[in-house]
DNA sequence: TTGTAAGCGTTATCAC
DNA sequence: GTGATAACGCTTACAA
């Protein structure tokens, strides 16, 4: 069915050799047999077969990245540039969306010990999976907390968490609530957290984090913010943790009949140019996503090829102001 | 360095073939032999090359998804239901983001060719592309017209466009403005401006189009729709072909003191389950994103295994009713 | 019930 | 310059 060498072989009238020489430009040919090969793989439209290279030369060309979900707009721009970054450097990416699902991640990694990836750039919540032992392995990681042998990319939580926290309270408000995915969960978005906290009692004021898991639906997330409401009706300010969440308790505010900025500040986090486009009025802290995967690609390449790396890689972030942080 | 079967069978004290007949539960094995296997396989953490796999199964078990890119909630919430869907049926995917890069296109068919994915599913917008003459492939379309022998999937653009145009009459306006891609790119979504266009002369209104190539960059979006705005001042409502666009429009017109549904009345499209929850106000067309993903699935399997399919599969849509479209 | 041997398509070594 | 041949790791007739 599919032509192989060898049927390009004989249409030239060359040994399986010279064809392979000619595909992969080995050695000296001669312009005539250069031809010849040329014409037959035109012909048959050749193409060589993927797992055949794969086993001799025992790389994959493929990547794989395991993230909770595209569907939320920073992991898709994450992966937009994840997956550019990578193709740049002849890599191409299996995606798998891990959340809610365990056993999908431990299935991918699975499937780098098969040598079906030749690395791992890993961004889930689940934790703690035996086969993270295996850190030998080309595996980095963006935001979360690893094994202590994987890398991990990140930008500076704790300075974000500074930013929008000064930011309300530069506002004037002193009823300020945070909230953050469960304190079980070691990520460094908990970071966001403790820098909260800290500014808050610096300038003697209490400080309120609310939990609230990531991987809730939007539904279930709907109602949780709607008690954050009910559990305190006086607050001036919510700093929500990402951008998402953001908007949906701004639209739960304007349910409720209040106005932002005018009866509640709302600070976000993330920065997605899509958020910064769509809702330019939302105040935010900005990652550099283009950036972090960056690092992340040239960090796993290193690994890849053997190369040492640092373990810890932390991006600058920014302050996006918008309006609704203006009192 | 990693275990190959041998390995496992030179650790039980079996040979080769038995040990693969233990990995594929062929024939009947004794109980011994059997747990012999599986603790060589355990204490030797074997798995199994894909590439060794793939090579003599001839298959993959890959997907390829050229979408333009999923950092677009639509494209990242659809290859989240794709990759769901494909899980579930033992596919992994591949990603590519093609967005203003034709040669990818071409590149990730040729890896279709080579033998490196069983099948792809297409979103993109470059059209004619040479290699789509091979339609005898398995590849699927969603909401793109492609070769006439590539099945498509896509949602039901005519009657959104109707819903969309009726939903803004209804409201009492007359002057409507409507965005979409430029005609060229005969997408579905073309039609889209088609029952707007019936719908506006019906009433004996004048259907005014804005052309707006998807493509472009935020900021050269914003620009363009900034002209829009100077070309048709005393407008009434829009109905842009997608929310992202819809956003950018009301942000925009918030940006120039016009106040939504007050001024302006909007109307969107796509229907995200993201924009429904972080922008509910705004009045949009629902793409069935999981329905789609689902029968694209579904007919490319089909595809695969030889089984004939339908060429078009034309799925509804949905009004969903915000209150940027209420006078 | 288990083992031998051939083959999937490519590449590299080493003679010619 | 070109051509056999073995190897990559796995699976499966076919034998034993």
């Known amino acids: 069915m599919k032509p192989k060498l060898e049927d390009v072989a004989k249409l030239a009238g060359v040994s399986k050799t010279t064809a392979s020489h000619v595909l992969?430009?080995?050695?000296?040919?001669s312009e005539k047999?250069?031809?010849k090969v040329h014409d037959a793989m035109e012909t048959l439209n050749y193409q060589p077969n993927a797992a055949a290279r794969q086993l001799f030369k025992q790389k994959t060309g493929l990547i794989g990245l395991i993230f909770p979900t595209v569907s939320n707009p920073f992991f898709g721009e994450l992966v937009n540039y994840l997956e550019y970054e990578l193709y740049q450097r002849d890599?191409?990416?299996?995606?798998?969306?891990?959340l809610q699902d365990t056993h999908k991640e431990t299935d991918y990694l699975n499937q780098l010990l098969a040598g079906q990836v030749d690395g791992l750039?890993?961004?889930?919540?689940?934790?703690?999976?035996?086969?993270?032992?295996?850190?030998?392995?080309?595996?980095?990681?963006i935001d979360r907390v690893m094994n202590s042998d994987i890398p991990i990319v990140e930008s500076d939580n704790y300075k974000g968490g500074i930013l929008a926290t000064q930011r309300l309270i530069n506002a004037g408000v002193t009823r300020i609530i945070?909230?953050?995915?469960?304190?079980?969960l070691e990520t460094p978005a908990q970071r966001r957290r403790t820098a909260y906290e800290k500014v808050m009692t610096d300038y003697g004021l209490e400080p309120h984090t609310f939990?609230?898991?990531f991987r809730l639906s939007f539904a279930?997330?709907?109602?949780r913010y709607n008690e954050l409401f009910e559990i305190y009706p006086?607050?001036?300010?919510i700093f929500v943790s990402n951008d998402v969440d953001a908007g949906i308790v701004m639209s739960i505010a304007k349910e409720r009949g209040q106005n932002i900025p005018a009866d509640l500040l709302v600070v976000g986090y993330d920065g997605t140019e899509l958020m910064r486009n769509m809702v330019p009025e939302l105040t935010t802290i900005v990652q550099p996503i283009e950036e972090m995967a960056k690092v992340a690609v040239d960090v796993l390449l290193k690994r890849i090829s053997g190369t040492k790396t640092e373990l810890e890689y932390i991006l600058p972030v920014d302050l996006w102001e918008g309006e609704t942080s203006n009192r």
């Open 24 to 29: 992969n430009n080995r050695g000296y040919l």
């Open 33 to 35: 047999t250069l031809e």
């Open 91 to 98: 890599f191409k990416v299996i995606i798998g969306n891990s």
């Open 121 to 141: 750039i890993l961004g889930t919540h689940n934790q703690g999976i035996a086969e993270y032992k295996y850190s030998h392995l080309p595996v980095v990681a």
């Open 178 to 184: 945070h909230t953050n995915g469960p304190s079980s």
């Open 211 to 213: 939990t609230i898991d």
């Open 220 to 223: 279930e997330k709907k109602q």
């Open 234 to 237: 006086d607050m001036e300010a």
